[in-house]
Nanobody, 118 residues
Framework: QVQLVESGGGLVQAGGSLRLSCGTSGSVFGSNIMAWYRQAPGLQRELVAS???????NYADFVKGRFTISRENAKNTIYLLMNSLKPEDTAVYYCNLKRTGVPKYDYWGQGTQVTVSS
């Protein structure tokens, strides 16, 4: 059974920084995409950033230039360095591990709260 565990969330002032981590336990097979999503109260979950096994990254426009996603393939662990945080970045941040080929899988972490005060 694969489990994802996020850490690193917390309370920070606007303009500050946080680094989120997402570790994987269990066996993971094949190339995949790991990503960070976020969900603010009353809003839909949205993609923040993703990274493939090959290191290709993708960012939502609202975090470009501020957030950096990175990955340690050997551990199936990803990180999200968040700089210049804004109050609108306040949300629960979720880690996702997905593979669309065979074997197919789609796992989610439990989420970590990020709160940015103004």
């Amino acid at each position: 059974q694969v489990q994802l565990v996020e850490s690193g969330g917390g309370l920070v002032q606007a303009g500050g920084s946080l680094r989120l981590s997402c570790g994987t336990s269990g066996s993971v097979f094949g190339s995949n995409i790991m990503a960070w999503y976020r969900q603010a109260p009353g809003l839909q979950r949205e993609l923040v950033a993703s990274i493939t096994s090959g290191g290709r990254t993708n960012y939502a426009d609202f975090v470009k230039g501020r957030f950096t996603i990175s990955r340690e393939n050997a551990k199936n662990t990803i990180y999200l360095l968040m700089n210049s945080l804004k109050p609108e970045d306040t949300a629960v941040y979720y880690c996702n591990l997905k593979r669309t080929g065979v074997p197919k899988y789609d796992y989610w972490g439990q989420g970590t709260q990020v709160t940015v005060s103004s």
